[in-house]
């Protein structure tokens, strides 16, 4: 399996709903990443997980809220968004002892109304 | 900071060669890697470069020159479906930015029949 699950791959939610992204891998990959692309932007660094401990955290704001279950999961807790919230979501992973690039997850594309 | 700069958009014709720059300034380099992203899609990796040098995987060939901080991605025999977003971006020293990529604004290219 070489692959970065993300889901759901669409989401629609109101700015006072609560819902989850979730990513998955089974490569053995210890290091996994939260991004957000805007449309026409490069992607920008949200969190870095490493061995399942937060290891970079971009300034963002608390209404993301990460969280690292064990080594093949990833989730992005999301509450009170904001319209401009809205983005594709890409999770990635990478091995730890030799940083060769990420493999991305498909991302979820997020709308927040 | 770190900063990577590629063109924005670049135009070229079905079975045509086209060279996409890349030049970066960072605080340590890692690595050189070239993703292709399709509009909505997540980024898929392309080549890696670390040491000076072309390397070659099929129609894509990526060239760096860490001294002049300077890469380019070569994209031969051009088929339509090569339209896409191409990403520079360069990983740093290990430590504190463990895994980070620092990605380039992307070059948007279009292939006409």
């Known amino acids: 399996d070489t692959e970065v699950t993300q889901t759901p791959k669409h989401l629609v939610m109101g700015m006072t709903n609560k819902k989850s992204l979730k990513c998955e891998q089974h490569?053995?990959?210890?290091?996994m990443y939260w991004y957000k692309q805007k449309a026409k932007k490069p992607p920008e660094l949200m969190f870095v997980?490493?061995?399942?401990?937060?290891?970079i955290n971009e300034s963002v704001p608390s209404r993301f809220s990460p969280e690292c279950p064990n080594s093949s999961l990833l989730n992005l807790h999301l509450h009170a968004l904001q319209p401009e919230d809205s983005a594709l979501y890409l999770c990635?992973?990478?091995?730890?002892?030799?940083?060769?690039?990420?493999?991305f997850g498909s991302g979820t594309r997020l709308t927040v109304v | 900071g770190q900063n990577i700069d590629q063109p924005t958009e670049m135009t070229a014709t079905e079975g045509a060669i086209v060279q996409i720059n890349c030049t970066y300034q960072?605080?340590?380099?890692?690595?050189l890697f070239w993703y292709q992203q399709h509009a909505g899609e997540a980024p898929t990796f392309l080549s890696y470069?670390?040491?000076?040098g072309l390397e070659e995987k099929g129609r894509f060939s990526s060239f760096l020159s860490r001294s002049k901080g300077y890469s380019y991605l070569l994209l031969k025999e051009l088929q339509m479906k090569d339209s896409a977003s191409y990403l520079c971006?360069?990983?740093?020293?290990?430590?504190?930015?463990?895994?980070?990529?620092?990605f380039g604004r992307g070059t948007q290219l279009t292939v006409w029949p």
């Open positions: 971006a360069v990983s740093t020293d290990r430590g504190s930015t463990l895994g980070r990529l620092y």
């Open positions: 990635a992973s990478s091995q730890d002892q030799e940083f060769y690039g990420y493999t």
């Open positions: 490569m053995g990959h210890r290091a």
């Open positions: 997980y490493s061995y399942e401990k937060l290891s």
């Open positions: 470069n670390v040491l000076d």
């Open positions: 960072t605080s340590g380099f890692n690595g």
